[in-house]
Nanobody, 121 residues
Framework: QVHLVESGGGLVQAGGSLSLSCAAS????????MGWYRQAPGKQRELVAL???????NYADSVKGRFTISRDNAKNTVYLQMNSLKPEDTAVYYCNAAARQRLWERTYDYWGQGTQVTVSL
């Protein structure tokens, strides 16, 4: 089994910064893409940022230039640095990893438990 544990998040004023981290543990052979998603009340879960094993990153248009995703492959950890936060960034943020437990397996999606990010005016 693969477990993702998130940390960070919290309450911040608009214009402030927060950092999230997510560590994957368990029986892991390799992890392909890792990413962050978010879900605001009454809305569907949406992709925030995704990063490949090689470090190529993609971002939602709404966070480009403000958020930075990075990863440490040796630690199976992904990070999200969030700057210039806006009230509309308020959501529960979920970590995702496409991981395989054996060489010959396809990847499966694993999710963290979610961490609340609240941005006040």
């Amino acid at each position: 089994q693969v477990h993702l544990v998130e940390s960070g998040g919290g309450l911040v004023q608009a214009g402030g910064s927060l950092s999230l981290s997510c560590a994957a543990s368990g029986s892991i052979f390799s992890i392909d893409a890792m990413g962050w998603y978010r879900q605001a009340p009454g809305k569907q879960r949406e992709l925030v940022a995704l990063i490949t094993q090689g470090g190529h990153a993609n971002y939602a248009d709404s966070v480009k230039g403000r958020f930075t995703i990075s990863r440490d492959n040796a630690k199976n950890t992904v990070y999200l640095q969030m700057n210039s936060l806006k009230p509309e960034d308020t959501a529960v943020y979920y970590c995702n990893a496409a991981a395989r437990q054996r060489l010959w397996e396809r990847t499966y999606d694993y999710w963290g438990q979610g961490t609340q990010v609240t941005v006040s005016l």
